[in-house]
């Protein structure tokens, strides 16, 4: 982690806290003299989706705070503050259990593939119910990557 990267954590950490949500990821990227600060944030309780107007609601905050984070220096930013969307890897415990009843492609360490849906989730892993109706259980340890499968009905 940079000093950059720690100052912004710090800086920002009360607003996310107070809102009784989560720092999801923080990227930091650079565009020649500009950055992108891309700041995700998510629900503590992962059955309640996060709405627009929550992640509006500390948008203000964070931006004025980092507007005075000296570490920043003269060198202007765009400041991206929303959700992790479909295409962000399920890593923790609480993404599978925010997920259950979605379909998930998971690639193990081992190199095997597994499709389904989580039909459940724990803090050890999940399990995966396939098209044929076989269920897996996956286990967080095993896993090398898993994403949501996006489906159009």
Same mark, same amino acid.
Do not use: C, Y
């Given at each position: ?23 999801? &990821?923080?990227?930091? !990227? ?6 992108? $600060?891309?700041? +995700? ?5 992962? @059955?309640? /989706? ?6 509006? &609601? *500390?948008?203000? %905050? ?5 507007? !005075? ?6 060198? /202007? ?5 929303? !959700?992790?969307?479909?295409?962000? /890897? +399920?890593?923790? %415990? ?8 979605? +379909? ?8 095997? @593939? &597994?499709?389904?849906r989580i039909s459940s989730a724990d803090e050890?892993?999940?399990? *995966?119910?396939s098209k044929k109706g076989v269920a897996q ?7 090398? @990557? &898993?994403? $949501? ?5």
């Amino acid at each position: 982690m940079t000093s950059v990267e720690g100052a912004i954590r710090e800086a920002i950490s009360p607003f996310i806290t107070d809102a009784n949500l989560f720092l999801e &990821a923080l990227q930091i !990227s650079s565009a020649g003299k500009h950055r992108l $600060i891309r700041i +995700l944030v998510d629900r503590l309780d992962p @059955q309640t /989706p996060l709405s627009l107007d929550e992640v509006t &609601a *500390i948008t203000k %905050p964070i931006s004025e705070r980092l507007d !005075s984070l000296t570490e920043l220096g003269e060198r /202007p930013f765009t400041l991206e503050v929303s !959700s992790p969307g479909v295409d962000f /890897p +399920l890593t923790l %415990p609480r993404h599978w259990a925010k997920n259950v009843g979605r +379909l998930v492609i998971v690639t193990l360490k081992s190199g095997e @593939q &597994a499709t389904g849906r989580i039909s459940s989730a724990d803090e050890e892993g999940a399990t *995966i119910e396939s098209k044929k109706g076989v269920a897996q259980k996956v286990l967080l340890a095993e896993i090398a @990557q &898993a994403n $949501i499968e996006i489906e159009f009905k």
